[in-house]
């Protein structure tokens, strides 16, 4: 893995100047790898996935599981913060990946995902379900909690736990596909 780490950084440095990418963590033989979008700002700044809100989320999502950070893998799709600024405050605020930035990752994506060997890949969201299935047509709400059985893998999807902040009517659907995931796991 330290290779591919090492090839990936030199790479998003040449192709994307100044920027550091904030590659995976975890076990390296997991039985379960999860997949997000892309590193917010504090994930960029720490450099480390799922830092911040996101660790907020992601404790809860370990808590219900009966798992520990240690024991699963996690990573991205895009492995560099998207951002904008803001012309009239300077601010920086994430953005959605752009499709370069997508192009540019998701051959490392899968690369990690072929060294990791996991028995499931769990996706949170629109975006980590379309680049691992490569279906650009999957919709989260239509498979959300199912077990899609792909070559080297069971796909899982699950909501991105951030929408549930934004639809708390999702909390419960979430919930019960975290269940399903338990249950999954431990079969």
Do not use: C, W
């Amino acid at each position: 893995m330290k290779e591919l780490y090492n090839e990936l950084i030199l790479a998003a440095g040449a192709h994307f100047p100044g920027r550091k990418p904030v590659v995976g963590e975890g076990p390296t033989s997991p039985q379960l790898v999860l997949v997000g979008e892309a590193p917010g700002g504090e994930e960029e700044k720490q450099g480390r996935p799922f830092v911040g809100k996101a660790g907020k989320n992601l404790a809860e999502f370990l808590e219900i599981l009966n798992l520990e950070r240690s024991d699963i893998y996690i990573t991205n799709v895009v492995k560099l913060r998207p951002f904008k600024v803001n012309e009239k405050t300077g601010r920086i605020s994430n953005r959605p990946p752009n499709r370069e930035e997508v192009d540019f990752f998701t051959p490392y994506l899968f690369r990690e995902l072929d060294i990791l060997s996991p028995k499931y890949v769990v996706t949170l969201g629109n975006f980590a379900l379309k680049a691992i299935s490569g279906d650009k047509t999957a919709v989260i709400g239509s498979v959300h909690g199912s077990n899609i059985m792909l070559p080297k893998f069971t796909l899982f999807p699950l909501y991105h736990p951030a929408s549930i902040i934004y639809n708390p009517s999702l909390k419960s659907v979430y919930l019960e596909d975290l269940k399903k995931l338990k249950a999954l796991i431990e079969s």
